[in-house]
Every structure is written in structure tokens, then in C-alpha cells.
């Protein structure tokens, strides 16, 4: 009898539950059942942590650290949560298109056309990993998803959900596919989309650059390598009359005085003839640049006279236009298609064919990450990396512009992707590929890292545990991988920029730190093992300027108990 009564309450419970849900239930927006995934419930067990396949780093020059990572996108994501919340400048992904084809699994099974929770299990899977890496975003990060027409309308619902309505910063039809994917019953497919979205009202679309060549005015080269276009000095169109609105005569309506013996020209009257900003109807007009500014171009080449029916005409040369154009919502160049520069150039890349089903074309990834940041230096982060083609774009761009951005990213190995694949190409690509020379080869590192775990269960040998195994995410948080000293429960890293990194591990190790940083005489990022929230700074005063101290593992806990609650 107990037994039966503790039953009904537990049932009565959970109605209770299920209504108080009904009743927050929203009225509109995406709703769907959420499906437990196990490497999501894993993380209530064991937290994620990072190790290194040395072998498999690439090194050699100055250029910038990039890494990947090989895992579980979810656990991957997770600890970047810890190593670079608020760091990421541009996320391009290319998630599973969901469309029933066997291509894609849920909890290690494939969904295709036949299960009824399909959709509800890509929008699980989705959901879990745009939280996390919303936070990965900068202020003004933007995040870039493709897909398809299987899944656009439930996206475009989830991100707004995740990064609010007011964030979209617009939807990019691809032509990826010109010769078109056959169908039964639906149109022949030519277009994929590209989805963008800011992390914050700072978040904005960026200019994409502009040549000369593709302008469709007659701009010209100057013989300092600069583009420049001849523009009359007489300003035309809206506000360029000589008289505001009030009736007063501009500072800009003045006569500019030339002598044809010579060409000289000046904003004073040494020169008889005087050249007025008025146009062919008579109309006053005023200059475009004030007196000294004229001078000043005249001296510099930059500004003349010349007669143009049988009047004299001031010009100069117009440096600007050329900032860059705001990027249109169809992206059809022939660049863009998949099967032309995404399938040849992967195969060119890996010496074979196949290797990849469906890569992406990198010039549609390179534009989409320019659209994204106009920084040289900007961090990307790639978390469905496929074949590597966002790693690839990241190096033809520093290429093109002797950037120095970075990537990240992350896969599994199912089928040995990582291994056999992504990893080889990323190689190739750094190293360069013969008759691919315009777009491979690169200064650049790489570090290869993979995801382990451990207990999840709070306790004072589990932390402990955690800090032996926080290395490499400490060497990925503050971007140091070379060892340059090791001693009894301490590390010390640095990296080619200059920077330095220490790690103790135990209180052994904190002396023989000191004495080391003493020796190297530099500002060190030190990392204290403390089983609070304390950094031991009563431990480092005698070399308080030497250090900057945070304690571990408190901060790497607390980042986990906020994402897995």
C-alpha cells in the first residue's frame, strides 16, 4: 500500500509539472520536443578536458597559432567556453542539412526520413550548440550558418530565439549547385543559404572590398601603385549651391587663380585669370575642398586646370570609392559553385578523388568571413569542420592581405574525418600544393588537441585531477604551446609573439617557479592551483610585479556549472 500511494504522488508531481510547462508554453515562436542527446547527458557525469597529439603540430615559422580539435563539437565548444568567451570574431558553420539521406546521426544512430522526431532532434542539437557559441562571439562577432530549404524556416526560428529577432542581420542565396540538383516532384535546386546573425547591437555586416578593375568608373593607377579618379573640383548635386537657406554666400564660393603660361595654380591671387565654381547654366556652385586643401593638392600633383569648351575646369584626384560595398543577398559568381572550386580543389589538394562528399567552394567561405570582420587579425571559429574548408579560406585570405587571422577548428573523427581528411588537408594547404600556388602555402602553426574527460563529481582530489589535466587548455586560453622551463609541479610556456605563460600545479612547485621567473625577468600570465577562489597572493608578493595571478580550477568549474548546470 505505501508503495502505491508514493506512486500516485509521484504521478500527481510530475502532472503538476507538465501543467506549470503548458502554462509557460510560449504562443509563438519555435517549440519542439527536446531529445536527450548523450554527449550532452555525458556532461553531468564528466567534464571535458583537452590533450595534445604532438605528433601531428605543424611548426616552423612566425606566423599565427591555429588550432583543432578533435571531438565531440559539444564538448569542444564547451571548453572554449572556458578559453575564449567573448574572443571569437566570425563563426562560419556548415551543420548537417537534415535531409533524411543517412548522412547525419543522433545519439550514434542515423536519422533519416523514417523518424518521427527528426526534426525535433536537429533542432536539439542545434539548440545546444548555438548557446554555447553565442557566448564564444565578441561584442561585435557575427555567427554565418548555411543550410538548405530543409531547415531554413526552423534556423531562422531558433536563432532568433538564441540571438533575438533584432540580430538577423540578414539571409545569402548561394548559387553553389549552377547545373542543379534533380528532383522527383520540387524544383531543380541551384542555391543553398547562408544565414547570418550579430551577437549584440555592435554586431554589423562589414563593406567587401572593392577593385579598381570591377568599378565602373575609369579609375586609374598612379605611379605610387594608388587608384585614383578624376573628379571636378565643382561640387555638383545636393548641397552644393553657392547660397544656404538662409541666403549666405559659402566660404567655399571663391575664385581659384591659374596662369596658362606655366599651369601653376593657387587658392590667392597671384595669377590673373580666375577660375569660379560655376557650372554650364550659370549656376554658382562651391568647390568641393576648402583653400589650404586645394593648395596642398596642387603642390602634391593631385590637382590641375584644364580647358574643356573653351573654359577653364579644375580637377583633382579622387582617392576614395574604393572602401568597399555593402554584400547583396545573392551570391551567384561562378566562384561560389561547390562542384567546381569546392570538389576540384579538394581533390587537386588530397591527390584523389571523393575524399569528401559535397565541400564547399572557399571562396564562398572567405567571402562570407569578410562579410563577417574586417579584421587582419581576427579570430574564426569553425565547429563542423568537415573537410577543412574554412581553415583553407582563413589562409588564402592572410595570403591575399597578409592577415594574420587565426582559426579554430572542430570535428569528430567518425569515419576517420579528422585523421584522414580534414587534418591532411589543413597540412597541405600550410605547406603549399603544387599548381595551387596562388592559394596555398603559408606562414602559419598549427596544434593539434583532442577532447578527453574527467570525473565530474566536485571533490578536493577530483579538482586536483582537473588541474593535471588543464594544460593544454591553459596553453590554448592564453595562445602559449612552446615549453621553455619545466620543474617539480610547474611549467612554464611561451609563444612567438612574446608572451609567457606559467602553470602550477601543486604547492611544491610554487618555489622553485619563483626563483625561474626570476631568472627569465618577463611578465608571466600564472595559473595557481587553490582549492577556492583564492590565487595564493601572499605566496608571490616578493615578485608581485612578475606575475599576474589567477587561481585554478575555480574559474574552469564555474564556466561548467553554468553551461551544464
Not at 31 to 45: A, F, H, I, T
Not at 287 to 298: H, N, Q, S
Not at 339 to 365: C, H, W
Amino acid at each position: 500500500m505505501p508503495d502505491t500511494h508514493s506512486n500516485l504522488l509521484n504521478e500527481v508531481r510530475t502532472l503538476k509539472e507538465e501543467i506549470k510547462q503548458l502554462k509557460t508554453r510560449k504562443k509563438f515562436g519555435l517549440v519542439w520536443e527536446d531529445k536527450p542527446e548523450e554527449v550532452v547527458e555525458l556532461c553531468k557525469e564528466k567534464l571535458p578536458v583537452l590533450s595534445e597529439d604532438k605528433t601531428r603540430a605543424i611548426k616552423g615559422n612566425n606566423g599565427p597559432t591555429n588550432i583543432f580539435i578533435e571531438g565531440d563539437n559539444y564538448h569542444a565548444l564547451s571548453v572554449l567556453n572556458y578559453t575564449h568567451q567573448g574572443k571569437i570574431d566570425a563563426i562560419y558553420i556548415d551543420p548537417p542539412y537534415n535531409t533524411g539521406a543517412r548522412d547525419w546521426k543522433y545519439n550514434n544512430n542515423y536519422v533519416d526520413t523514417s523518424d518521427s522526431f527528426r526534426h525535433s532532434k536537429w533542432i536539439s542539437f542545434m539548440y545546444h550548440r548555438l548557446l554555447l557559441a553565442r557566448e564564444l562571439l565578441s561584442k561585435e562577432g557575427v555567427i554565418c550558418v548555411t543550410i538548405d530549404d530543409n531547415e531554413l524556416p526552423k534556423l531562422l526560428l531558433l536563432m532568433e530565439e538564441i540571438f533575438g529577432e533584432d540580430k538577423h542581420l540578414g539571409t545569402v542565396v548561394i548559387r553553389n549547385n549552377p547545373k542543379g540538383r534533380m528532383t522527383n516532384k520540387k524544383f531543380s535546386l541551384i542555391h543553398e543559404y547562408a544565414v547570418f546573425f550579430g551577437k549584440t547591437s555592435s554586431s554589423s555586416i562589414k563593406k567587401l572590398p572593392i577593385s579598381p578593375e570591377d568599378k565602373t568608373h575609369n579609375y586609374q593607377k598612379a605611379a605610387d601603385g594608388s587608384w585614383f579618379l578624376t573628379v571636378n573640383l565643382r561640387k555638383q548635386g545636393v548641397d552644393s549651391t553657392a547660397y544656404n537657406k538662409k541666403g549666405k554666400l559659402s566660404e567655399r564660393y571663391f575664385p581659384i587663380y591659374f596662369d596658362p603660361s606655366n599651369g601653376q595654380v593657387s587658392s590667392v591671387k597671384k595669377f590673373e585669370i580666375e577660375i569660379w565654381p560655376v557650372d554650364q547654366k550659370g549656376e554658382k556652385r562651391i568647390w568641393r575642398r576648402g583653400r589650404e586643401a586645394i593648395d596642398e593638392m596642387y603642390s602634391q600633383g593631385d590637382l590641375w586646370v584644364k580647358q574643356v569648351s573653351g573654359k577653364y575646369q579644375v580637377y583633382y584626384k579622387f582617392r576614395g570609392g574604393l572602401e568597399g560595398q555593402m554584400p547583396k543577398s545573392m551570391w551567384y559568381d561562378s566562384k561560389f559553385s561547390a562542384s567546381e572550386y569546392g570538389t576540384n580543389i579538394l581533390d587537386t589538394i588530397m591527390g584523389a578523388r571523393e575524399t569528401f562528399q559535397y565541400p564547399k567552394s572557399p571562396y564562398a567561405v572567405m567571402e562570407s568571413i569578410l562579410a563577417i570582420t574586417n579584421k587582419k587579425d581576427a579570430q574564426i571559429l569553425d565547429f563542423f569542420a568537415g573537410s577543412g574548408t574554412t581553415a583553407q579560406a582563413v589562409i588564402m585570405l592572410n595570403k591575399k592581405d597578409n592577415g594574420h587571422r587565426r582559426f579554430i577548428l572542430c570535428t569528430n573523427n567518425e569515419n576517420k574525418i579528422a585523421e584522414e581528411v580534414t587534418y591532411p588537408r589543413i597540412k597541405k594547404v600550410m605547406e603549399g600544393v603544387k599548381g595551387l600556388e596562388e592559394i596555398t602555402g603559408a606562414e602559419a602553426n598549427l596544434r593539434y588537441l583532442k577532447t578527453d574527460f574527467i570525473d565530474g563529481i566536485i571533490t578536493d582530489k577530483n579538482k586536483k585531477n582537473l588541474v593535471n589535466k588543464s594544460t593544454e587548455m591553459l596553453c590554448l586560453k592564453e595562445d602559449c604551446f612552446d615549453v621553455v622551463k619545466k620543474g617539480q609541479n610547474f611549467k612554464i610556456f611561451n609563444n612567438n609573439q612574446g608572451k609567457n605563460l606559467g602553470i602550477i600545479y601543486d604547492d611544491t612547485g610554487i618555489e622553485p617557479f619563483k626563483k625561474e621567473v626570476q631568472k627569465l625577468n618577463k611578465k608571466v600570465s600564472t595559473y595557481v592551483f587553490s582549492l577556492d577562489d583564492s590565487a595564493r597572493e601572499e605566496e608571490f608578493e616578493d615578485i608581485d610585479s612578475f606575475v599576474e595571478l589567477r587561481p585554478i580550477p575555480t574559474a574552469i568549474l564555474n564556466v561548467y556549472r553554468r553551461i551544464f548546470k
